[in-house]
T-cell receptor, first 115, second 114 residues
Framework: EAGVAQSPRYKIIEKRQSVAFWCNPI?????LYWYQQILGQGPKLLIQ????????DSQLPKDRFSAERLKGVDSTLKIQPAKLEDSAVYLC?????????????FGDGTRLSIL | GENVEQHPSTLSVQEGDSAVIKCTYS??????FPWYKQELGKGPQLIID?????GEKKDQRIAVTLNKTAKHFSLHITETQPEDSAVYFC?????????????FGGGTRLMVKP
């Protein structure tokens, strides 16, 4: 079974520029999550999708972050404009369903550096 | 919201010794507690999980215990090996219709000396 795929692996941009990350979940997984992991900390949930609908985006900074999962499979996370404090690893995870505590499986993330 | 505290932040053991990592959570409604292992440059890998209707779970050299009354859970690794060296994260979730949001602890860097 193929795991969660993310691209790019690394991205370096200057502050105020925009950036986008892509995620392809495990086949058949209805629920997709985006997490932000700042160096030395645990991951923090940004947004959760159930198929193509948003379940929880309470911790997403909506003035600069946006995410979509139009066909209920792949997802993109965008930051516009980027700030220095956005430097982090952005992790995508997926699970079979978003309730009954199905295990979440993570990709290897995109490491974002803001200059 | 949920708050998860994890201790210690770093742990150094000799190969073959046991390692114990402890977490406490604040929300008594949390009912799912996974543990993840994260190696450098990789995403977190699920190694074991436990649900609130179970007090202990074991998988080979890894075991997790849960005390719902005290709101704490622990990871036990026996006969540690150098390849166990990594950062370990505990997490908690309430599940249900509110979604499956994981709240993570701050992580424990485990170093196993050969």
């Amino acid at each position: 079974e193929a795991g969660v795929a993310q691209s790019p692996r690394y991205k370096i941009i200057e502050k105020r520029q925009s950036v986008a990350f892509w995620c392809n979940p495990i086949s058949g997984h209805a629920t997709l999550y985006w997490y932000q992991q700042i160096l030395g900390q645990g991951p923090k949930l940004l947004i959760q999708f159930q198929n193509n609908g948003v379940v929880d985006d309470s911790q997403l900074p909506k003035d600069r972050f946006s995410a979509e999962r139009l066909k209920g499979v792949d997802s993109t996370l965008k930051i516009q404009p980027a700030k220095l404090e956005d430097s982090a690893v952005y992790l995508c995870a997926s699970s079979l369903r978003g309730y009954s505590n199905q295990p979440q499986h993570f990709g290897d993330g995109t490491r974002l550096s803001i200059l | 919201g949920e708050n998860v505290e994890q201790h210690p932040s770093t742990l150094s053991v000799q190969e073959g010794d046991s390692a114990v990592i402890k977490c406490t959570y604040s929300d008594s409604a949390s009912n799912y507690f996974p543990w993840y292992k994260q190696e450098l440059g990789k995403g977190p890998q699920l190694i074991i999980d436990i649900r609130s209707n179970v007090g202990e779970k074991k998988d080979q050299r890894i075991a997790v215990t849960l005390n719902k009354t005290a709101k704490h859970f622990s990871l036990h690794i026996t006969e540690t090996q150098p390849e166990d060296s990594a950062v370990y994260f505990c997490a908690a979730s309430k599940g249900g219709n509110a979604g499956n949001m994981l709240t993570f602890g701050g992580g424990t860097r485990l170093m196993v000396k050969p």
